[in-house]
């Protein structure tokens, strides 16, 4: 795959280069691998590749939606900012995984602002072939359904989880989340800052580098820096259902 390399200091891909051919790719979501060889050929003709390095940002609150993108490495973070252009994490964005899609069926206004939180490459697909496809073809479309009632739900019950929880209990639910649901493994490197990770469950950093360091001594976690291991899930577990 050709991969047009996006300036740090840019916003706007560089559109040069297109996907070599959406039919061979290895990295397809559920909803792509639906599509017949013509509609992955109206996608081909209609997207770009593009790659953007950690720490840039991908697209700005408030900006119109034009392009659907499709998160094919890395991770991204979604994010809005708020009185005194405080930082919210809403969510963290793994591979295989469209952004904008909330926006999309709204108001064609991005809501959310996102940003790499590692190297990541992309594609975007114009808005236009995207709601094509899914009026289109039923199969597409159920997909890309599943896809946003799943990410709703599970950020609902996160949220409700964090607004009913005191600090132990939200630290815990933090690092369940990353393990089971972003690396799917009991080991991983924290993607962003303690303060970013304070932003994401509603803590200050302060009181979220308290606990961590709790956790620590009392033998649940491991931690090197951003390298965080769970040594007990079995009691992170109750920390995350009762704190």
């Known amino acids: 795959m050709i991969v047009a390399k996006l300036n ?6 560089d559109f040069s280069a297109k996907v ?5 790719c290895k990295e397809k979501s559920c909803a792509a691998a639906t599509l017949h060889a013509n509609e992955l050929d109206q996608v081909r003709e209609n997207s770009r590749a593009t790659a953007f390095n950690k720490g840039d940002m991908m697209v700005h609150a408030g900006s119109m ?34 952004l904008g899609l909330p926006s999309l069926f709204g108001d064609r206004v991005n809501h959310y602002s996102y940003a790499a939180l590692t190297d990541v490459t992309v594609c975007y697909i114009d808005v236009n072939i995207f709601n094509q496809l899914i009026r289109a073809n039923g199969n597409f479309a159920f997909e890309i359904l599943i896809s946003v009632s799943r990410d709703s739900l599970n950020n609902f019950h996160r949220f409700m ?44 950093r302060e009181s979220a580098t308290r606990v961590l360091t709790k956790l620590k001594d009392d033998g649940i976690l491991s931690i090197d820096g951003r390298n965080i291991g769970i040594l007990n899930e079995e009691k992170l577990i109750q920390i995350s259902k009762h704190g």
């Open 65 to 98: 939606t034009s392009h659907i993108i499709y998160l094919k490495s890395g991770l991204v973070k979604e994010f809005v900012k708020g009185a005194n252009e405080k930082e919210q994490i809403l969510q963290i964005v793994s591979k295989f995984t469209y």
């Open 20 to 24: 070599n051919s959406c039919r061979d």
């Open 8 to 13: 740090s200091n840019m916003m706007i891909p």
């Open 161 to 204: 989880s964090q607004s009913q929880k005191k600090t132990f209990g939200r630290v815990a639910d933090a690092i369940i989340y990353f393990s089971k649901i972003i690396f799917e493994k009991e080991s991983f490197e924290l993607p962003f800052t303690r303060q970013e990770f304070a932003d994401l469950i509603g803590l200050s």
